[in-house]
């Protein structure tokens, strides 16, 4: 059974850092498209990073520079390394993986999601 589990969310002041985990089960990053999506209350879901098959990343605009994507094969885990956060990044974070959809936007369309972990910045 494939399965995605999120941790490593938590609050943090403004300026700090966090690092996300994405465990995955029976999904292989040289076969999946795995993104990392954010949901903040009264918003719509948006994404954040892309680990692409090729091992290529991709960031959403708003995150270049600040995160940064990183993956372990032996533990099949992916990482969002989240610096110099803002109150602005405040949101439930999820990732998600599909073997077809490689694309930032609202990741309407991928296949597998995890539950998300929550990440909370104040100022």
């Known amino acids: 059974q494939v399965q995605l589990v999120e941790s490593g969310g938590g609050s943090v002041q403004a300026g700090g850092s966090l690092r996300l985990s994405c465990a995955a089960s029976?999904?292989?990053?040289?076969?999946?498209?795995i993104g990392w999506f954010r949901q903040a209350p009264g918003k719509e879901r948006e994404g954040v990073a892309l680990y692409e098959t090729s091992g290529r990343t991709k960031y959403a605009d708003f995150v270049k520079g600040r995160f940064t994507v990183s993956h372990d094969n032996a533990k099949n885990t992916l990482y969002l390394q989240m610096d110099s956060l803002k109150s602005e990044d405040t949101a439930m974070y999820f990732c998600?993986?599909?073997?077809?959809?490689?694309?930032?936007?609202?990741?309407?369309?991928?296949?597998?999601w995890g539950q998300g972990t929550q990440v909370t910045v104040s100022s």
């Open positions: 029976r999904i292989y990053f040289s076969a999946y498209c």
């Open positions: 998600a993986a599909d073997r077809w959809r490689c694309e930032l936007g609202d990741g309407q369309g991928y296949n597998y």
